[in-house]
Antibody, heavy 131, light 108 residues
Framework: QIQLMQSGAEVKKPGASVKVSCKASGFTSGFTFSNYGFGWVRQAPGQGLEWMGWISVYNGKTNFAQNFQGRVAMTTDTSTSTAYMELKNLRYDDTAIYYC????????????????????WGQGTLVTVSS | SYELTQPPSVSVSPGQTVRIPCSGDALPKEYVYWYQQKPGQAPLLVIYKDNERPSWIPERFSGSTSGTTVTLTISGVQADDEADYFCQSADTSSNSWVFGGGTKLTVL
């Protein structure tokens, strides 16, 4: 497992954007941040887990859940081993804990994607949308 | 995408065996992953690829498959096993992921 440290809690107004960071450390010898991908998952108060999307650090490829397409962006910064998730046009029902988690890269020829499992998780970032 | 279905809750006495099912039409051809989540904590991977156990998970946790249902089994349940358990799978045709609704395990 690696360690994932997420940014602190945020309070935002409806219509605003939030950007959550996820800094990775503790990679074992021979493997680096660029060898992996990251998934983002959120959990509304008292609810289950909801997959938002993933990003491959290896080739920058992203894949977003249909519910978030057009509103979410995911990026990475290899110089700081940090993944980012930005959610735009926030609504009240976006109030949730947002988690990053490490996934693995699987390639078929030149087509590389992020695959399960998610074996290391950040501590979560509470985003509250309130006027 | 598709759905994964779990019972909302199960209960068991300490020392007994509990089975938590996860059903979905695509499960015969897609792997299932199980996560344990205790209150106030992030999820923890307990089973991957239907029945593989990470090194940090005790042998009491196991997984099995039968048709469209994958089952997480916890043997010799302990009070510390009380948590929410979520199954997860992927739709490899679209590279999208899905979670089951979660099952709350109560240790009586």
């Amino acid at each position: 497992q690696i360690q994932l440290m997420q940014s602190g809690a945020e309070v935002k107004k409806p219509g605003a954007s939030v950007k959550v960071s996820c800094k990775a450390s503790g990679f074992t010898s021979g493997f680096t941040f660029s060898n992996y991908g990251f998934g983002w998952v959120r959990q509304a108060p008292g609810q289950g887990l909801e997959w938002m999307g993933w990003i491959s650090v290896y080739n920058g490829k992203t894949n977003f859940a249909q519910n978030f397409q057009g509103r979410v962006a995911m990026t990475t910064d290899t110089s700081t081993s940090t993944a980012y998730m930005e959610l735009k046009n926030l609504r009240y029902d976006d109030t949730a804990i947002y988690y990053c988690a490490r996934g693995y890269i699987f390639c078929t020829g030149d087509n590389c994607s992020v695959v399960l499992p998610l074996d290391s998780w950040g501590q979560g970032t509470l985003v509250t949308v309130s006027s | 995408s598709y759905e994964l279905t779990q019972p909302p809750s199960v209960s068991v006495s300490p020392g007994q065996t509990v089975r938590i099912p996860c059903s979905g039409d695509a499960l015969p051809k897609e792997y299932v992953y199980w996560y344990q989540q205790k209150p106030g904590q992030a999820p923890l991977l307990v089973i991957y690829k239907d029945n593989e156990r990470p090194s940090w998970i005790p042998e009491r946790f196991s997984g099995s498959t039968s048709g469209t249902t994958v089952t997480l089994t916890i043997s010799g349940v302990q009070a510390d096993d009380e948590a929410d358990y979520f199954c997860q799978s992927a739709d490899t045709s679209s590279n999208s992921w899905v979670f089951g609704g979660g099952t709350k395990l109560t240790v009586l």
